[in-house]
């Protein structure tokens, strides 16, 4: 197994988005945050001989970050097809060898039904636009349908929310850890060349009909 370092050092090469939409929060996720995340994910054994789904998978960070530990198979779902084309190019220059779909279809309603057993990664959106809080709300649902563990990235401050909304889906909150994000001036109502904020990464176990 690559280190936390030397696998965010690999994701080093993947590219965000030609031309981020603001309403549907599209920012990359820094290569440190999805190494974070996924090591975590693979020290609890939720990566390898696991269907790995990234829900809102963008141009592929997190998807591409879980195929470089061993998963049986990866699916990235985006509902934006621009994204999805860049995540293709991604794959290539990662260069990994598992099998990795990408799927267009919205994340809340993904078109899904793996055998195997299911782990979601996931950096939703935050709700912080305008009309469009709590969005993280519907990717949690999703992760709650199909899958038996997810990792999900949600704005600081979240505990209370994503822990209320997991136990009233059939879900545990069984580790939080916080983190920080750099988001650069992408948009126009942006007044810093970029932006430091805090995060929480969240690891649910969900329950499941075989459960």
């Keep these: 197994m690559s280190t936390k370092r030397q ?7 993947v590219v965000g988005f030609d031309e981020p939409a603001a309403a549907l929060e599209q920012y990359r996720t820094p290569p440190t945050v ?34 470089l530990r061993g998963p049986s198979q990866v699916l990235g779902v985006d509902v934006d097809p621009s994204p999805l084309s860049t995540a293709r190019a991604n794959r290539r220059r990662i260069g990994t060898q598992t099998t990795v779909s990408w799927v267009r279809a919205d994340a809340t309603e993904p078109p899904l ?15 912080a636009q305008s009309g469009n809080e709590h969005a993280d709300r519907a990717f949690l649902a999703t992760a709650a349908d199909i899958a038996s563990v997810s990792y999900s ?7 209370d929310f994503v822990e209320a909304f997991a136990a009233d889906n059939g879900g545990t909150v069984t580790a939080a850890y916080g983190s920080t994000m750099s988001l650069p001036r992408q ?7 970029s932006k430091e904020i805090d995060v929480e990464l969240f690891r649910i176990e969900w329950q499941t009909e075989s459960s």
């Excluded at 696998?7 to 090469?13: D, H, P, R, W």
């Design 34 to 67: 999805a190494a974070h995340l996924v090591h975590l994910a693979d020290l609890n054994d939720d990566v390898a001989g696991r269907t790995v789904v990234d829900l809102g998978c963008g141009t592929g960070m997190l998807a591409l970050a879980a195929a």
């Design 7 to 13: 696998l965010a050092q690999q994701l080093g090469v």
């Design 153 to 159: 990235i949600h704005n600081a401050g979240s505990a």
């Design 113 to 127: 039904c793996p055998s195997d057993p299911v782990t979601v990664v996931m950096n939703p959106p935050f709700g």
């Design 187 to 193: 948009f126009s109502f942006h007044d810093a060349d």
